[in-house]
């Protein structure tokens, strides 16, 4: 049997005969649910696993755990003996919870009868029980089975196999709701990004905007003209001024200590605040995230492929840059159809060398290696390779690599970049993927989350290998563009003598 599911109206209509306390205020006052919690409500009604992803203080923890006390009291009065989990980061904020949870069961007698409330659990009368855990602990929730599972602020778990540890305990009718900020700072932020940007998990993502939440605002004349045009660029993507005014005058001085980077974490109005790591990012989005189709066996390695060859146009561009696999500085090779600039394949690495990368370099390129359409016909002749133009940057360790790929034999375009050439392959690719041309790889994604220019100095700092082979690809085809096939040629001169003298006698006797 199905688990019952109460409809946002009826939980926004006993949110309203509820008392909390007011933040700003520490006064108890009616609860008058916001937009931001009405759409949490009707996240969760509508779909199963939900990945809420917010600014801080707008409510949606009350909201859920009031979502998860009327779930529990209509299952538990239904004959349903379910177990929720409601997982925070630390133990005080247990005590929290269960204050509220006490606070609610007591001014809503005529729901909650029956129900008990302790600093670990609710339990309800037919057996069923919502529980308090903290997703740090280092066995939390692992014994017995739950059908709904609530956590709070999961990049602050201090252990990173919480979640791993919960979801084999899930029965089949299940609920999971995480509502979260995402601060890159915390020791679960790369898990819980991971998370988000995974196209393959069944979450349902809701991203609630700072300028969403109707009680940040300030008047619009608090920023200047100046101000407000910094704020409504691609970069900073606020399209309400009194909104960004709360922001810029308010949030940021006063609420982040002046750190603009920390405020566009927990304060984001676009979801690649969320992933930023350093102030100045220079790629203002982050491409989308797709699982590879196949991956390619290359000298050893598997590299992940989004289009192989035979679903691509034939006319690839194949770009390495060159990295000395010490800590941060990875080489990485990425595969452009030059047709649609889709990323047809990609890896990266810290770990081989140069020789061993070339490689590596050398299979993809054979992957990639169409067989040579003969000008006549339009048809095959032969199988003659037509090798896809292979880019290298030939600065340092890059030379090594360019030494190795053309004694296997293969035909190597060398660049040599300067700081200046650098700024122009990696703004080349921040058109391209701010346009979204260019997607696919995580590895991509969290890079452009990691890339920054210091105001000052205009110097890069952060990952950037692949978006500088990202880079060096579109140069390339920008000088090299895709070339539509030819259309077959007829043969000239051919005559079918039949055809015309069935076109000019008359059949007799019903033939010839």
Not at 6 to 25: N, S, Y
Not at 293 to 309: E, I, K, M, Q, R
Request: hydrophobic share 40%; with cysteine.
């Amino acid at each position: 049997m199905s688990l019952s599911r109460l409809p946002p109206a009826a939980t926004e209509q006993v949110a309203r005969r509820i008392k909390i306390t007011d933040h700003r205020t520490g006064a108890s006052t009616a609860w008058a649910p916001n937009e931001s919690q009405r759409l949490f409500w009707a996240a969760c009604h509508a779909h199963p696993w939900v990945f809420a992803a917010k600014p801080r203080q707008i409510g949606i923890t009350t909201a859920g755990q009031l979502d998860d006390l009327l779930w529990c009291a209509v299952n538990d009065s239904a004959g349903n003996r379910v177990r929720a989990g409601l997982f925070v980061d630390t133990d005080d904020k247990i005590v929290e919870r269960a204050a509220l949870a006490r606070s609610i069961v007591d001014q809503l007698p005529q729901i909650f009868s029956g129900c008990t409330v302790n600093s670990e659990r609710v339990q309800f009368p037919s057996g069923s029980v919502l529980e308090f855990h903290t997703g740090s602990g280092q066995n939390a929730g692992r014994s017995g089975g739950f059908q709904r599972l609530h956590l709070t602020e999961l990049p602050f778990y201090l252990n990173d196999t919480t979640l791993g540890a919960l979801i084999p305990s899930l029965s089949l009718d299940v609920g999971v709701i995480i509502e979260t900020t995402i601060d890159m700072e915390g020791p679960n932020a790369p898990a819980t990004k991971r998370l988000w940007r995974d196209p393959t998990n069944a979450y349902h993502r809701v991203f609630f905007s700072v300028e969403s939440h109707r009680e940040y605002r300030l008047p619009a004349d608090r920023i200047t003209d100046q101000q407000w045009s910094w704020m409504s660029s691609a970069d900073m993507g606020f399209t309400d001024r009194e909104s960004a005014a709360w922001w810029l005058a308010h949030c940021v001085p006063n609420m982040c200590s002046g750190d603009v980077n920390k405020a566009l974490r927990e304060y984001p109005q676009m979801v690649e605040h969320m992933f930023s790591t350093a102030s100045g990012r220079f790629i203002p989005v982050s491409p989308k995230v797709l699982e590879p189709v196949a991956y390619l066996p290359c000298a050893g390695t598997n590299v992940a492929s989004w289009v192989p060859l035979s679903s691509s146009s034939g006319q690839v561009v194949i770009a390495v840059d060159t990295g000395k696999g010490v800590e941060r500085d990875r080489s990485a090779v990425v595969v452009l159809d030059k047709r649609d600039l889709r990323v047809c394949a990609a890896f990266s690495s810290a770990s081989l060398d140069a020789f061993e990368f070339g490689d590596v370099v050398a299979a993809l390129v054979r992957h990639y290696t169409a067989p040579k359409p003969s000008p006549m016909m339009g048809v095959i002749a032969s199988p003659m390779p037509a090798q896809p133009q292979l880019i290298v940057e030939e600065n340092g360790i890059g030379e090594a690599m360019v030494l190795r790929l053309r004694q296997i034999g293969l035909a190597v375009a060398a660049r040599w970049t300067d700081e200046g050439s650098k700024a122009t392959g990696l703004t080349i690719a921040r058109q391209a993927i701010v346009a979204g041309q260019v997607y696919g790889p995580s590895d991509l994604a969290d890079e452009c989350d990691d890339l920054h220019q210091h105001p000052d100095t205009g110097n890069f700092k952060g990952r950037k290998d692949l978006i500088m082979a990202v880079g060096f690809a579109l140069l390339a085809i920008r000088l090299s563009p895709y070339q539509p096939p030819a259309a077959p040629r007829q043969r000239e001169g051919h005559i079918d003598g039949l055809s015309i003298v069935r076109a000019h006698i008359r059949p007799r006797h019903g033939g010839w």
